[in-house]
Nanobody, 122 residues
Framework: QVQLVESGGGLVQAGGSLRLSCAAS????????MGWFRQAPGKEREFVAA???????RSADSVKGRFTISRDNAKKMVYLQMNSLKPEDTAVYYC????????????????WGQGTQVTVSL
């Protein structure tokens, strides 16, 4: 019922920046908390950042100070600004949505985008 489409992934050198975008089709976007998760080959999906409908933010320790999640409720968009990228940030990044309270647990999110590849070279 909620469709999410990520964009903005690509190849970047270590120390560089990328901005990921997620376009949502939710009827009342502000009722949904949004999250970014990532998954590297052979590894489990891990939490990156989440934002509540009102704009409250959480992020994983591994990206704190480097990544910033934000949202534009008027445009029904979620963003992940990634700075000071490291090779270990290489993964498929997924946008996810759930009702109400933000969470860092992937299983609590009911809607997922298709993912966008981020590759950070040495």
């Amino acid at each position: 019922q909620v469709q999410l489409v990520e964009s903005g992934g690509g190849l970047v050198q270590a120390g560089g920046s990328l901005r990921l975008s997620c376009a949502a089709s939710a009827r009342t976007f502000s009722d949904h908390a949004m999250g970014w998760f990532r998954q590297a080959p052979g590894k489990e999906r891990e939490f990156v950042a989440a934002i509540s409908g009102a704009g409250g933010r959480r992020s994983a320790d591994s990206v704190k100070g480097r990544f910033t999640i934000s949202r534009d409720n008027a445009k029904k968009m979620v963003y992940l600004q990634m700075n000071s990228l490291k090779p270990e940030d290489t993964a498929v990044y997924y946008c996810a949505a759930k009702l109400l309270v933000a969470s860092d647990v992937a299983d609590e999110y009911n809607y997922w985008g298709q993912g966008t590849q981020v590759t950070v070279s040495l």
